[in-house]
């Protein structure tokens, strides 16, 4: 048995499933999970001793690669000073102060520990600010596992079949509407059904938890003017988006700004950060100012914040945005004329640093065509590249990442890779 099959079977008599968040296990693709022994720049090595390219990057977080030296350094010495107050430090003020700086319509920002985390705090906020209770969310799009948002999920909840978790309580889902991505006519209907109702809409503003799939032309700006005409918050959850597609996330591309912003992944440069942000009318609810209650032990925690510091000031470093849109531009490119040659149907798309592509020949733009993906296809696709050293993500409804360690030479052997797999694939 390989050292993975062997590390997984330990696992899995311990940790359900043998893994600390679903997706990892390998259940959509088939096979055994790697197990990672080290990484470094934008590859890992498993503990058989392979080494893959990694387009997963911790599912988003590692922007500057694993392991950049910047961060390292930063995290280390942090640790020396010690791991853990409960109390103020200094560095809590510099990394909201760099995002304020960063994300156009964030005036204050309160951090936590997970995405989750900010998503269910930015919930309450809003509920708390309206007055009202229901929340808009979009089928397809993920905003961690806080109960009002596990209906009609993505990410591991759609992966396994459980986009509406067992567990939810009938009065929680009564709460939350959920609608098609991209239909602004499903948004109008939703405010002239509950009139007054509605506390909130929240969306991935360019989705990567069912595959990557980008809002219409008007979608964003159509949700931000009902939003405003009804007296409802919008939430953009840049958790995966924020400082990946731009500086200050799709609300700076896209010049649309949100009421509120949920940040996670890049913020905590690879150590478990969360952030929650946005007007301070709004943010000044939160407790101790207002009585909006929300806390955390490990919040603002020194290590996080001195990792999140240093990715975002390297992030401010000039140029690193165009060559990463570059990179994943040659790189979908590249892919799309692979699947062509090969005549394979499919959609491939890019923003920044995200990429994604489906095994269909229907344009995807919200879950129903996202599901038109041929996943058995995938899955054979993902192995043929995992044999061939590329790593990409255990399931089609996830989307990719690129690192600035990554490289055209990389992404070129990567492109190649895919036209070797997909003969072979086809040879069979
Ligand atoms: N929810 C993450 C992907 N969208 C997966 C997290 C993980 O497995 O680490």
New binding site residues.
């Given amino acids: 048995m390989s050292q993975n099959g062997a590390a997984f079977e330990r696992a899995q008599r311990v940790i359900p499933g043998g893994?600390n968040?679903?997706?990892?296990a390998f259940k959509a693709v088939g096979g055994t999970p790697l197990f990672v022994k080290s990484a470094r720049g934008c590859t890992f090595v498993d503990l058989d001793d392979k080494t893959y390219v990694d387009y997963v990057m911790?599912?988003g977080p590692l922007i500057l690669g694993h392991a950049h030296p910047a961060v390292v350094e930063a995290v280390q010495n942090a640790a020396g000073r010690g791991t853990s107050f409960g109390a103020p430090t200094e560095a809590e003020s510099e990394l909201a102060e760099l995002i304020v700086g960063m994300v156009p319509s964030v005036e204050k920002v309160r951090f936590c520990s997970s995405g989750t985390e900010a998503t269910m705090s930015a919930l309450r906020l809003a509920r708390a600010f309206t007055g009202r209770d229901k929340v808009v969310k979009f089928a397809g799009c993920?905003h961690g596992h806080a109960d009002a948002f596990l209906i009609s999920a993505?990410?591991?909840a759609l992966t396994l079949g459980t986009p509406d978790s067992p567990g939810i309580t009938a009065g929680t889902a009564r709460d939350t509407v959920s609608l098609a991505y991209n239909d602004l006519d499903a948004v109008r209907a939703a405010f002239d059904a509950h009139p007054g109702e509605i506390a909130c809409v929240i969306l991935e503003p360019y989705v990567?938890?069912m595959g990557f799939v980008l809002p219409k032309p008007g979608f964003l700006a159509g949700l931000r003017e009902l939003t405003q005409r009804h007296g409802a918050v919008l939430i953009f959850d840049e958790v995966?988006t924020g400082f990946r597609v731009a500086p200050g996330g799709v609300q700076q591309r896209e010049n649309i700004l949100p009421d509120m912003t949920t940040l996670g992944k890049i913020v905590g440069g690879g150590l478990p950060v969360g952030a929650v942000g946005g007007r301070s009318e709004i943010m000044e609810r939160l407790s101790p100012v207002g009585a909006v209650y929300q806390a955390g032990t490990l919040s603002g925690n020194p290590l996080a914040m001195a990792a999140g510091i240093a990715t975002l000031r390297l992030l401010q470093e000039a140029g690193i945005y165009e060559k990463l849109d570059g990179l994943a531009a040659r790189l979908i490119e590249g892919l799309d004329t692979v699947f062509v040659r090969h005549g394979v149907a499919h959609q491939a798309t890019q923003r920044g640093s995200m990429f994604g592509f489906f095994f269909t020949p229907q344009p995807v733009t919200d879950l129903a065509s996202a599901k038109t993906s041929d996943v058995s296809f995938y899955a054979r696709f993902f192995h043929a590249m995992l044999e061939r050293g590329i790593y990409f993500a255990p399931s089609q409804f996830?989307?990719g990442f690129l690192s600035s360690m990554h490289d055209e030479a990389v992404v070129d052997r990567t492109v190649a890779a895919a036209d070797d797999a997909i003969a072979a694939l086809h040879a069979t």
């Fill in positions: 893994v968040s679903p997706v990892r911790s599912w993920y993505g990410s591991g990567g938890n995966m996830e989307a």
